[in-house]
């Protein structure tokens, strides 16, 4: 009896002393656990944008801690997803679960009233810096305390591609037909559209708005195509498209050649809810990426190696959003909220150390070192104006060829 | 009097538990009789019509229409055994015709024959006929209670019971009712009816009961019964006045 | 037919003329859309007036039919269905269903109303009929609708998730007639609720489980101390509006193309305002109320921008209303 308690005691103080010195021994560099959290449109009317992005949330994670792991850096990066349902009330119940599960920043959600419902219910008290994939204006109006950073660009930008877009395949000067599912990313974009396209002397010769819940969508329809216009913009998600696209067919007036839709219609592959009359042949605008680079290549591998969904629009911003808030936790040396939303412009800064994914080991040593450093994502530099909105962004134009989207050039636009 | 249509042996019912309002009602009615079922306010008068027809749950003793226990069955089951029910008011289908009301009537027991039943109807009540067509919540109170009873007459009911019928009428149609009420029962409808106008419905009745706090009080020859001063003064106060 | 028992009591003694003022209000209704059509002829010309003509009578026919089955349980059972929007859903998910397990789209319909059908009579049988029994009250009642409607909703999301469906119809052809376009689907659509309207409204006026419903509707009591089988009739009444639900929720998720599991809530207000406005518990009623909206929201896309198209239909139902409170086909309600 006495002598195995003994050795109990014996076993217990050996296992304490061994615990102390694994503690304090190795790790001299701080260590690092670090929880993301993504917020995505898994269910919900921009269910098709769910699976793309959060296969490029796991891909960046999966970076971030191969990049760790390379420079030899103790850091532990988790992902955590929840479903923002495309609706304001589930997007904060969702970005509420995310914090409880320690998530230290946000990369989502995909619209405007769910990013404000997550920003004023809990990321702004929390000082958690959200990355957003919406992209309308309002956003820059409100009262974010400096959270709010975008690695899309905002609508005014969009507006202005769809005005390259339509001046390059349509031509100048001509006369354009607006319909805008009534929403404020509709009503926003709709107004930057008109007046881009005024100032470059082009017409607005009809503007109509409809609600995404009505019975029939046939007399807004035939107001947009007795317009007689060169060009239709039709702001719309491919769930309310699925309707009004077939409504637009049945006019018998409808050309799908002279639709140009922006970056909220933009998928790899056209939804079999949508009619082939009603889109193949439209030309679309979305954010895109530089072409051609280093980054871009490796990001393209890495997601093909991966398998699964096709690449779309904005996965590279949804990555780069991912890195960014890595790189700027690895630089606070904290994976306290707060600590790394006020490191974001120390790890995009103008005139510092260049870094891409293709050497993001590097880019963790010189940020752990506490040394501003210049992240060149897949998307491109970030120079994030003071509302936490890049200044300028390359946008690619995109055509649907046999119900798929084939990108054809790309904008730069300031 | 030949044979025993309706018996209740001491009927205990009430709306919810513990409160009953008959306490052990015993009656008879023999075929082709009139028996007329008076009280003070509050006897059960009424709560014995709804516990024959089903309305209220009795919760002891028995009831026997032609020989045949129905107590606990649904109204609608009690009504294809033989027995009709005219309630004392909401008791025609105000949106709905006379025929269809009659037609309604008929549905306990299609087999009779539509056609043959309506014209036995609009024979005993001819106002009925002449006005077929027309939408029951147009009628007066008196054409909606020979409505109400040529309704429930249709199936040929085995016995009719009557909820005051002359209820709310004005009195130059009390008379009238009554008379129909009689020339309904010479035409081979045995009936059991309860009524305020109690002295006018015993004298025009074969048999009487007087109910009090949900019991028998007294019984016998209709005319009779509203001549008893004793029955008057107790139960029938300004009978006679 | 809620107030008629009132009106009765109160004036038990009199003759009623109540006929006149009842049949007057479809014609004078008839009139009014006969006058604002020849209007807007001569402001917007024929072509766009006939064209917005036939897209509200698509968007009404919609409505219209999916309020025969909510009329039919309000009128008669006085229930307030919160989750009759749901039941249309429930025919459409059934649909895919019965085709997933390998039937041709038609039959897959049929048995889709078949089993929504089924599906309103066991909500009769495991919600209403005990909340019935233990006494519920209106609000109890209601609030029991709404909690219904969320588990038929939920309950479809999860079996069949929340994305985007399509039963795979030809939704872009179209019939051409002179200078309208009218969808081949939603031509379909329209005489089938028009047909289904008359089925509807005969079977009700002349069979005979149609006049029991009615007496059911107007007199409960009565009905049921008639010998009516008052159980059978509430059976009926749920299995015809849950077929009558299943068939106008088809015929939407066809017509219009594709749908998720949100489409009866959306459409649910709009079903409610058709019942009200045609008269609660008439068949005719429900569908001329739903015209009423759909040809109200489609002409005023020809006046304001469409965008207001849903606040027109309510502004309008308000309006008709305070003229007219017991819709379009209800009973006159008597003075007392």
């Known amino acids: 009896m006495g002598v195995s308690l003994k050795a109990g005691l014996l076993a217990g103080w050996t296992a304490v002393s061994i615990l102390a010195v694994t503690a304090t021994g190795p790790a001299a560099a701080a260590s690092l656990d670090l929880t993301i959290g993504a917020l995505l449109e898994s269910t919900g009317p921009l269910s098709e944008l769910g699976p793309p992005h959060e296969k490029a949330t796991k891909l960046a994670v999966e970076a971030a801690n191969k990049a760790a792991k390379d420079a030899g850096f103790d850091a532990t990066v988790t992902l955590t997803s929840a479903d923002s349902q495309g609706d304001p009330q589930a997007a904060l119940s969702a970005a509420r679960t995310l914090v409880d599960k ?231 040396g904290s994976a306290e909220p707060g600590a790394i939303t006020g490191k974001v412009r120390s790890v995009t800064q103008e005139g510092a150390p260049q870094f891409t994914i293709a050497n993001l080991g590097d880019a963790v040593k010189a940020a752990s070192a506490g040394k501003p450093i210049d992240y060149v994502g897949v998307s491109g530099a970030f120079r994030f104006m003071e509302n936490g909105d890049p200044s300028s962004s390359p946008y690619d134009v995109f055509q649907y060829q046999d119900g798929k989207q084939v990108t054809i050039e790309q904008v730069q636009v300031q | 009097m030949s044979g025993e249509v309706l018996v209740t042996r001491d009927l205990v019912a009430g709306y919810v538990p513990q409160v009953d309002i008959l306490n052990g009602v015993s009656i008879v009615v023999a075929e082709g009789e009139i028996v007329t079922v008076v009280g003070p306010n509050g006897a059960g008068k009424s709560t014995l019509l709804k516990a024959l027809i089903g309305l209220v749950a009795p919760k002891g003793g028995s009831i026997l229409l032609a020989g045949r226990p129905i107590s606990g069955l649904p109204p609608s089951a009690i009504v294809r055994q033989g027995l009709g029910y005219v309630p004392q008011r909401e008791n025609v289908f105000e949106s709905m015709p006379i025929e269809e009301n009659l037609e309604i009537g008929l549905k306990p027991r299609p087999g009779l024959g539509l056609r043959r039943r309506l014209d036995a109807m609009y024979a005993l009540f001819p106002r ?56 309904v029962n010479r035409s081979g409808v045995t009936i059991l009816m309860v009524e305020q106008n109690a002295a006018r419905a015993l004298a025009m009745s074969h048999r009487g009961y007087v109910l009090d706090l949900g019991r028998n009080a007294h019984e016998g020859a209709g005319p009779a019964l509203a001549r008893d001063p004793k029955v008057a003064d107790l139960y029938l106060g300004g009978l006679h006045g | 037919m809620a107030g008629s028992n009132e009106a009765g009591k109160a004036d038990a003694l009199q003759p009623h003329g109540a006929g006149t003022l009842r049949l007057s209000r479809p014609v004078l209704l008839l009139l009014v859309i006969v006058v604002l059509f020849a209007a807007l002829v001569a402001l917007y010309g024929f072509d766009a007036t006939a064209q917005a003509t036939v897209n509200g009578l698509v968007a009404g026919g919609y409505l219209g039919l999916g309020a025969i089955g909510l009329s039919l349980i309000l009128g008669i059972l006085k229930l307030v269905n919160f989750a009759h929007g749901d039941l249309l859903v429930a025919g459409a998910y059934f649909t895919i269903l019965f085709g997933w397990l390998g039937l041709p789209l038609v039959v897959a319909m049929l048995f889709a109303m078949i089993a929504t059908a089924a599906l309103a009579v066991l909500t009769e049988k495991v919600v209403w009929q005990p909340l019935r029994q233990a006494g519920a009250g209106t609000l109890q009642l209601f609030l029991s609708a709404i909690g219904l409607a969320l588990v038929l909703r939920f309950g479809i999301q999860f079996f069949a998730g929340s994305q985007v469906r399509t039963l795979g119809a030809d939704i872009v052809s179209s019939i051409t007639i002179g200078p309208i376009h009218l969808g081949t689907l939603q031509a379909v659509a329209l005489v089938t609720g028009l047909v289904v309207m008359a089925v509807v409204g005969l079977a009700l006026r002349f069979t005979g489980i149609g006049k029991e419903m009615r007496a059911f509707a107007d007199n409960r009591a009565l009905a049921e101390v008639s010998g009516i089988n008052t159980r059978r009739i509430i059976d009926v009444t749920w299995a015809a509006s849950g077929f009558l639900a299943a068939l106008a929720g088809i015929l939407y998720a066809v017509a219009i193309g594709s749908f998720n599991p949100n489409f009866g809530v959306t459409l649910l207000l709009s079903l409610f305002a058709a019942t009200v406005l045609g008269g609660i518990g008439n068949a005719y009623g429900a569908l001329i109320g739903g015209l009423v909206i759909g040809l109200s929201q489609e002409w005023s896309t020809l006046l304001l921008n469409a965008r207001w198209k849903p ?3 309510f502004a309008l139902l308000i309006l008709m209303l305070l003229l007219m409170p017991q819709g379009i086909f209800g009973k006159a309600r008597r003075r007392s």
């Open chain 2, 128 to 183: 009925l006929g002449e006005r077929r067509r027309q939408v029951a919540g147009s009628l007066s109170g008196g054409e909606r209670q020979m409505l109400a009873m040529a309704r429930a007459l249709m199936p040929e009911p085995k016995i009719l019971l009557l909820d005051e019928p002359t209820a709310g009428l004005a009195p130059r149609f009390v008379d009238l009712m009554f008379e129909q009420v009689a020339a």
């Open chain 3, 311 to 313: 606040a027109v239909g």
């Open chain 1, 102 to 332: 320690n998530a230290a920043c946000i990369v989502g959600p995909a619209t405007t009233p769910e990013s404000i419902s997550v920003l004023n219910g809990i990321t702004l008290q929390r000082k958690i810096s959200l990355w957003p994939t919406a992209t309308s204006t309002r956003l820059r109006t409100v009262k974010d305390g400096g959270t709010i950073f975008r690695t899309v660009p905002a609508d005014d930008l969009q507006a202005k591609a769809l005005v390259l877009a339509i001046e390059k395949h349509i031509g100048k000067g001509k006369n354009v037909a607006i319909a805008y599912r009534n929403e404020p990313y509709g009503d926003a974009l709709s107004k930057g559209f008109t007046k881009n396209w005024e100032d470059e002397g082009g017409k607005v010769v009809a503007t109509v708005v409809y609600d995404p819940q009505q019975a029939s969508f046939d007399s807004e329809a035939g107001q947009v195509v007795a317009s007689n216009a060169d060009a239709y913009v039709v702001i719309d998600y491919p769930e309310t498209y699925a309707k009004f696209g077939a409504a637009l067919v049945r006019t018998g007036k409808f050309d799908a050649k002279k639709l140009f839709v922006p970056d909220a219609m933009a998928f790899a592959k056209v939804p079999d809810s949508i009619p082939g009359e009603a889109i193949n042949g439209a030309y679309g605008v979305a954010a895109g990426a530089p072409t051609g680079t280093e980054s871009v290549a490796l990001f393209n591998k890495l997601w093909d190696e991966a398998g699964g969904v096709p690449n779309t629009s904005l996965t590279a911003n949804i990555f780069d959003a991912t890195i960014l808030c890595f790189l700027s936790s690895v630089e606070a």
